[in-house]
Structures are given as C-alpha cells and as structure tokens.
C-alpha cells in the first residue's frame, strides 16, 4: 500500500503530526524505536494539561490516542535506509520491512553528549539539566551550579538567574569561554567563576550535593544545569539533501517543508533551541497541515 505519508520519529513533534493527519484520513506510518532523548529525566514540565508527566507517560498516552484512527500504523521500529524512488520515498525498518511513502515527516529530534567528566551522566535528568525553562521551578532559589565548557556558559548562567541567585559557574578548565565584559557583568550579580578542571561528583541516586575539581576543593550544590554538544540523531536529512540552517538544523520554510521536494522537518531537529516538547509538539502539527494541503493541491487540480 502507497502511504501518504511515513513520519520517522516519534516524539511529540512525530505524535502530534500523526493526530492531524489521522485526522485527515491520511494513511500515514509513524516509525520509532522507542529511545527519546529525554528518557533519561522523570518529568516532563511546562506542557499544559501534561505538566509534571514522565516522558514514558506522554508517548503511551499518544499512542493510545493513536491507534483509534485506523488508517494510522505505528511501527516500534527504528528507520535504518531512506531513499528517493519516483516521487515518494521507500523507507527501511529496523525489522527488514519496507514502506513507500508520498511524503516524509522527519522528526528524528537531536542527540546530546555531555562534557567529558566522570560521574556526570549518573546526576543528569536527576539533579543536572539542560533546560531551565523545563526544570528550573523544581530547583528554585537553592545553591546552583552551571557546567559550560564553551561560549553558551555566559548566557545559561544569565537565564539560570531567573530561579536562583546561588549560581557558580564551572568552565571545567575553559578559561577562555568567558570575555571579561561578560565575567565582570556575572560577578557583579554574584556568580562566582571557577575555571578548575572538575574531577568529579558527590552525591546518591542521582541527587547531587558537591562537585570536585582538581585542587581538591567542592563546592557544594544540590544541582543544575550543563551545556550539552548537540548534534542531529539521524542522517536521513542531510543524506536526502536538505539544506542546513546556521544553528545546524534542518532548514525548513516555517511550515515544515524542507529544501527537497516531498521532505518536510519538524521538532527540535529544526529549531535546535528551545528544544521543549510543547514546542515540538506544535511544529509537528504545523508540518501536518503543511503536508495534507500540498497532497490536496497535487490530487485536485
């Protein structure tokens, strides 16, 4: 069967697309593995009507909405090929089946690696975070720390401000992230700066209460937030071709469509930053909207 549409990638923003054009009577397949980035926290925040929900919750209440329209097939696979074939595309499963597809939704979202130091992967989506706008409320006027190893330091110990005005910051050794304008503006409000290599952390199940750096000294904090490298999860849009905006996402035209004809991006993978679910979860609708009314333009002419 020739799906109108195959969406790789089910997070919200892949979610959120498959209700729209199930809605529309789209035969549409939705393709995931099941390994969301934010699997790692417990909570979900700022999602109206969800807020305080863990990320498992979320993806089983959508699917549970999901399976009620019929011409939806979600598929616990991963994607592993995608090529061009005639003006639709024929897709891969992890399982060694294949589907076509007129048009394809990616929203493969991105992939984060932590600066390199030991012990760090054991606190995050406990006590250390990304986002503060996704959980800063739960950490609110208590001593903070901010791991950033380059230029990003200055700007998310700003923001981190807005919820607690015990802040350090830790350049792990990045003496130069900082210009002096920007170390004199955060010393001011009280940040104190460390640029000291951390060597590691104290704390249990996740709940931080020190770090160490290589002097020997801790500093004592109940958590934070760390500056992550991002990068795409998956290939597929730079191997179809599509063009890359400045901040390393896929470049769309503000309703999802890429570069490449029958190509359409939605989620965090576009926007690279604010990277909410809320925000994925309307971008993935707006592609919807995007995709049903180009197959109407193509079939009623």
Known sequence: MELDCAIVGGGPAGLSAALVLGRAGRHVALLDEGKPRNAVVRQTHGFLTRDGASPREMRQLAWNELVRYESVVLYGEGVTAIRRLGRGFELAAGDGSSLYARK?????????????????????????????????????????????????????????????????????????????????????????????????FRGSEGRLSAIRFTSGRELRCIGGFVSPYWRQSSPFGVVLGCAMNERGGLETDGQGRCSVFGVYAAGDLTVMSPAQAIIAAGEGSKAAIAINSDLISEDIQ
């Open 104 to 200: 394809l939704l990616l929203a493969t979202g991105l992939s984060e690696t932590l600066p390199d130091i030991p012990g760090i992967r054991g606190f995050y989506g406990v006590s250390l975070f990304s986002c503060p706008y996704c959980d800063g409320w739960e950490l609110r006027g208590q001593p903070l720390a901010v791991i950033a190893e380059g230029s990003g330091g200055f700007g998310l110990t700003r923001l981190v401000l807005q919820w607690s005005r015990k802040v350090t910051l830790c350049t792990n050794g990045m003496s130069r992230s900082l210009t002096d304008d920007e170390s004199s503006l955060l010393r001011r409000y009280g940040v104190e700066i460390i640029h000291e290599s951390i060597t590691g």
